[in-house]
C-alpha cells in the first residue's frame, strides 16, 4: 500500500471518532412533505425534465425541505457533474438535508466523490444529530470509493449495537463495494460478526446476511460453519437465515452439508428452501442429489423450480435418463419441461436413441400446450440439443402470440452462444452458422421489438465472428429507422450497440429518451390521500399501498393506467423463485411499451422487506407500464429501481403467483 493510500485510510479512520459542532437551535431543520405544495411540485418537475440549472437554486432556499426535494432530485439525475454544488449541503444544517445530498454523490458513482462524502462524515456525533447523514455517507463511499477506504470501512468495530444507523451505514457501504466487484476478507469477516450475532439491529443483520448472496469470489472459512449453522437453526427472521444458507454454502464443509440438509427437511419458509437448494450446489452433485430429488416433489411451485434449477447447473450425464424419466412423472408443467431441458442438457452423445426419444417427445409437447409460457418452456428445452434449430425456427419464428416468438429467438440465441458450438455441429458448423445468421438477419424484417433485440444480441457472439460474413448493414439500418420511440427503446439500443460492434466501432451510450410525459398532478394528490390499488387475480387479491411522497410520477402513471383499465388480463410473465413476479407489459413477454416513457424516481429508501413494488426498465428512465412485487430482500435493486408502493395484503396470494397468471382487474380507491 502507498503512503497517500494509507494516509487516507488514517484520515478516514479519524473521521470517523473525532467530534462536531451541532447546529443551531434558531436554524429550521425540520423536512415537511406536502405533495399539495406547488413548490413540492415545481422541483419534481425540474427532477423529471433534468432541468438542472432549475435545481441548483434551490440548494440556497431557506426551507430546508425544498433543500432536501431538490438535493434528492440528483439522485435520479445521476450526474457527477454535480458534485462540487451537492457538497455544500453536505454542510447543511438538516441531517436529512445532508443525507440526501450523500445519497445522490453516490448515485452519480464518481470517484470524485470519495474525498467529498469522507470530509463530511461528521466526527463524534454523541448526541445523534447527523446520524442520518452519516449513515448516507458510509454507504455512498460503498458506490464510488476506493478499495482503501473499503479496508478502513471495514475496520471500524468501535459502533455498537445500539448505533443503529451507523452499523447500517457500514453494512450498506461494504455491501455495495461487492456490488462493484471490491471485497476484502476484512469486510466478509465483519459482515459474518453483524449477521450472526443477534444483538444487532434486524435490519442490519439483513444488510450484513445478504452481502453473502451478492459478493463474488468471497472466501468464508470452514470454521465459522458451527456458527452459521446455529443462526441458520435459531434465527427467527427468514429473510436472515435465507441470507445465512448461502453463506454456510460457501464454507464447503462436511458440517454445513450436514446442516443445511437438515435444515431444508425442518425449514418452513419456502424462500430459506430455495436458498438451502441453492446452497446445495457448492457441495459434491452425489451429497446434494437426494435433497434435490425431494424437492422436486414439493408442493411449493418454487421450491421445485430451484430443484430443477440445481440439476440444470449441476446434472451428470450419467443421470441424464434419471432427469427423462422424472420428466414424465407427475408433477407440474414447469418442472416436468424443467427437467426434460436438463436431461436434453446432461445427456451423452453417444445416448443416440435416448435423444431421439427426447426431442420427439419435445416436439409433441409444445404441440399440445395450451399456454404460452408452456410452449416458451419447451423451446428452452428443445435448444439443449442444437440441431433443433431448425425445428424451432418454423414452429416459432411465426407464431401469433409474442411470447412463443420471442422464445424461439432466446432458444436460436442460446444455440448461437454455446461454447462448443463448433465441437458439437462438427463439419457442419460453418452452414449452421450461416442458416442462424440468416434467422437473425430475418427477424430485422420482422418489426417485432423483442425479436429484433434478441438477434441483435446474438449477432454480438464473438466466437462465430458474424462481423466476417454480414456484407451490408441495410436491414439493421432499416430496422433501426422502423422502430418508434421512446416506445421501443431497448430495442433502439440494442440494434446500435450491435450495428457499432459489426463495424468495429467503440460501442455507443445507451440513448435515454427525450422527457415526453409530464406528471398528472391531480393523480398524484388524489393518490396522497390515502388511495390503495388493489390488483385481482385468480388466486386472491393483493391490495398495495402507494408511495407518492416520494414517486409522484410514478404513481400518477400507475393510478392513470389503472383508471384506463390497461392492466385488466395482462400477465405475469416472469416469476423468479425467492426474487420476484413481475408483470404488466403490453405483449406478456417482457418487451414493448406504450408510446412513451417516464422518468425513474429514485431515492434512499431500500429493499429489504418482501412485497416492495417498483417499475421494471430497460435502462434509468425508460419506465412504463411494467412493475415487479418482491418475494424477499432485493438490495441489489436499491437505487436503481423505482419504488413506488408496498404490499398491505395479499403477500400470500404474491407468493402464489405463477407465470402466466392473470391481472383480472385492477382498482385504485
Given amino acids: 500500500m502507498n503512503w497517500k493510500a494509507a494516509l487516507s485510510i488514517i484520515i478516514f479512520g479519524l473521521l470517523l471518532s473525532w467530534g462536531c459542532i451541532p447546529p443551531s437551535d434558531?436554524?429550521?431543520?425540520?423536512?415537511?412533505?406536502?405533495?399539495?405544495?406547488?413548490?413540492?411540485?415545481?422541483?419534481?418537475?425540474?427532477?423529471?425534465?433534468?432541468?438542472?440549472?432549475?435545481?441548483?437554486?434551490?440548494?440556497?432556499?431557506?426551507?430546508?425541505?425544498?433543500?432536501?426535494?431538490?438535493?434528492?432530485?440528483?439522485?435520479?439525475?445521476?450526474?457527477?457533474?454535480?458534485?462540487?454544488?451537492?457538497?455544500?449541503?453536505?454542510?447543511?444544517?438538516?441531517?436529512?438535508?445532508?443525507?440526501?445530498?450523500?445519497?445522490?454523490?453516490?448515485?452519480?458513482?464518481?470517484?470524485?466523490?470519495?474525498?467529498?462524502?469522507?470530509?463530511?462524515?461528521?466526527?463524534?456525533?454523541?448526541?445523534?444529530?447527523?446520524?442520518?447523514?452519516?449513515?448516507?455517507?458510509?454507504?455512498?463511499?460503498?458506490?464510488?470509493?476506493?478499495?482503501?477506504?473499503?479496508?478502513?470501512?471495514?475496520?471500524?468495530?468501535?459502533?455498537?449495537?445500539?448505533?443503529?444507523?451507523?452499523?447500517?451505514?457500514?453494512?450498506?457501504?461494504?455491501?455495495?463495494?461487492?456490488?462493484?466487484?471490491?471485497?476484502?476478507?476484512?469486510?466478509?469477516?465483519?459482515?459474518?460478526?453483524?449477521?450472526?450475532?443477534?444483538?444487532?439491529?434486524?435490519?442490519?443483520?439483513?444488510?450484513?446476511?445478504?452481502?453473502?448472496?451478492?459478493?463474488?469470489?468471497?472466501?468464508?472459512?470452514?470454521?465459522?460453519?458451527?456458527?452459521?449453522?446455529?443462526?441458520?437453526?435459531?434465527?427467527?427472521?427468514?429473510?436472515?437465515?435465507?441470507?445465512?444458507?448461502?453463506?454456510?454454502?460457501?464454507?464447503?464443509?462436511?458440517?454445513?452439508?450436514?446442516?443445511?440438509?437438515?435444515?431444508?427437511?425442518?425449514?418452513?419458509?419456502?424462500?430459506?428452501?430455495?436458498?438451502?437448494?441453492?446452497?446445495?450446489?457448492?457441495?459434491?452433485?452425489?451429497?446434494?442429489?437426494?435433497?434435490?430429488?425431494?424437492?422436486?416433489?414439493?408442493?411449493?411451485?418454487?421450491?421445485?423450480?430451484?430443484?430443477?434449477?440445481?440439476?440444470?447447473?449441476?446434472?451428470?450425464?450419467?443421470?441424464?435418463?434419471?432427469?427423462?424419466?422424472?420428466?414424465?412423472?407427475?408433477?407440474?408443467?414447469?418442472?416436468?419441461?424443467?427437467?426434460?431441458?436438463?436431461?436434453?442438457?446432461?445427456l451423452p452423445a453417444y445416448y443416440v436413441d435416448y435423444r431421439d426419444a427426447i426431442n420427439a417427445e419435445l416436439r409433441q409437447r409444445f404441440r399440445s400446450a395450451n399456454s404460452p409460457y408452456e410452449k416458451a418452456a419447451a423451446m428452452r428445452a428443445l435448444s439443449e440439443f442444437g440441431w433443433n434449430y431448425r425445428h424451432i425456427y418454423r414452429e416459432g419464428f411465426r407464431a401469433e402470440t409474442a411470447a412463443i416468438r420471442s422464445a424461439t429467438m432466446e432458444a436460436l440465441a442460446a444455440i448461437s452462444s454455446r461454447t462448443d458450438f463448433r465441437a458439437f455441429f462438427g463439419e457442419g458448423y460453418r452452414q449452421v452458422r450461416r442458416e442462424l445468421l440468416g434467422m437473425f438477419l430475418e427477424a430485422m424484417q420482422t418489426g417485432d421489438p423483442a425479436m429484433i433485440a434478441i438477434a441483435a444480441e446474438a449477432l454480438r457472439n464473438e466466437n462465430l465472428n458474424f462481423q466476417t460474413y454480414v456484407q451490408s448493414y441495410g436491414l439493421l439500418d432499416t430496422a433501426l429507422a422502423r422502430l418508434e420511440l421512446p416506445k421501443e427503446i431497448e430495442t433502439y439500443n440494442e440494434l446500435r450497440k450491435t450495428l457499432a460492434f459489426l463495424k468495429g466501432e467503440p460501442e455507443p451510450e445507451a440513448t435515454t429518451p427525450e422527457f415526453n410525459h409530464p406528471i398528472d398532478w391531480s393523480l398524484a394528490v388524489r393518490a396522497a390521500k390515502g388511495q390503495r390499488a388493489t390488483l385481482k387475480t385468480p388466486r386472491g387479491n393483493i391490495v398495495l399501498e402507494l408511495f407518492p411522497d416520494t414517486a409522484p410520477g410514478t404513481v400518477a402513471n400507475f393510478a392513470g393506467l389503472i383508471r384506463q383499465g390497461f392492466y385488466t388480463d395482462k400477465v405475469f410473465h416472469r416469476v423468479a423463485p425467492n426474487f420476484v413476479v413481475q408483470g404488466g407489459g403490453l405483449r406478456g413477454d417482457g418487451y414493448g411499451s406504450l408510446d412513451y416513457t417516464i422518468r425513474s424516481e429514485l431515492t434512499p429508501l431500500n429493499f429489504l422487506e418482501e412485497g416492495y413494488v417498483g417499475m421494471a426498465h430497460s435502462g434509468n428512465h425508460t419506465e412504463c407500464t411494467q412493475f415487479f412485487i418482491t418475494h424477499s430482500p432485493a438490495l441489489h435493486l436499491d437505487g436503481n429501481f423505482t419504488i413506488f408502493a408496498r404490499v398491505r395484503e395479499g403477500m400470500d396470494i404474491v407468493h402464489q403467483i405463477q407465470v402466466g397468471d392473470r391481472i383480472e382487474e385492477m382498482a385504485i380507491q
Fill in 26 to 346: 434558531e436554524v429550521p431543520t425540520d423536512i415537511t412533505i406536502n405533495i399539495e405544495d406547488p413548490v413540492f411540485q415545481k422541483i419534481h418537475d425540474f427532477q423529471d425534465r433534468q432541468l438542472k440549472d432549475s435545481l441548483y437554486p434551490f440548494f440556497h432556499h431557506e426551507n430546508p425541505t425544498y433543500r432536501y426535494l431538490a438535493a434528492l432530485a440528483f439522485g435520479s439525475i445521476r450526474d457527477a457533474a454535480a458534485n462540487d454544488s451537492l457538497a455544500l449541503l453536505l454542510s447543511d444544517p438538516a441531517d436529512e438535508v445532508r443525507a440526501a445530498a450523500a445519497f445522490a454523490i453516490g448515485q452519480a458513482g464518481a470517484p470524485s466523490g470519495e474525498e467529498l462524502l469522507i470530509g463530511a462524515f461528521t466526527r463524534e456525533d454523541t448526541t445523534g444529530i447527523y446520524w442520518q447523514a452519516n449513515r448516507a455517507i458510509l454507504e455512498a463511499i460503498g458506490k464510488c470509493g476506493s478499495e482503501d477506504n473499503l479496508l478502513a470501512l471495514s475496520t471500524i468495530t468501535t459502533y455498537q449495537p445500539e448505533d443503529t444507523l451507523l452499523l447500517e451505514g457500514q453494512a450498506l457501504g461494504i455491501y455495495r463495494y461487492a456490488l462493484r466487484g471490491l471485497a476484502l476478507p476484512e469486510g466478509t469477516a465483519r459482515m459474518l460478526a453483524v449477521a450472526t450475532d443477534n444483538r444487532y439491529p434486524g435490519n442490519c443483520r439483513v444488510i450484513a446476511a445478504n452481502y453473502f448472496l451478492r459478493a463474488q469470489d468471497i472466501r468464508i472459512d470452514s470454521s465459522e460453519a458451527p456458527g452459521l449453522a446455529e443462526a441458520l437453526r435459531t434465527d427467527e427472521d427468514p429473510r436472515i437465515r435465507m441470507a445465512l444458507a448461502i453463506a454456510l454454502g460457501k464454507t464447503r464443509s462436511g458440517a454445513a452439508f450436514s446442516a443445511l440438509a437438515e435444515a431444508l427437511g425442518q425449514e418452513q419458509d419456502y424462500r430459506v428452501q430455495c436458498n438451502i437448494i441453492r446452497a446445495l450446489g457448492n457441495f459434491s452433485y452425489e451429497k446434494a442429489k437426494p435433497a434435490a430429488l425431494r424437492a422436486l416433489r414439493s408442493n411449493n411451485i418454487h421450491v421445485a423450480n430451484r430443484a430443477v434449477q440445481f440439476f440444470l447447473e449441476n446434472g451428470q450425464p450419467q443421470d441424464a435418463t434419471l432427469y427423462w424419466q422424472l420428466s414424465k412423472d407427475t408433477l407440474s408443467w414447469q418442472v416436468q419441461l424443467g427437467m426434460y431441458q436438463a436431461a436434453n442438457r446432461h
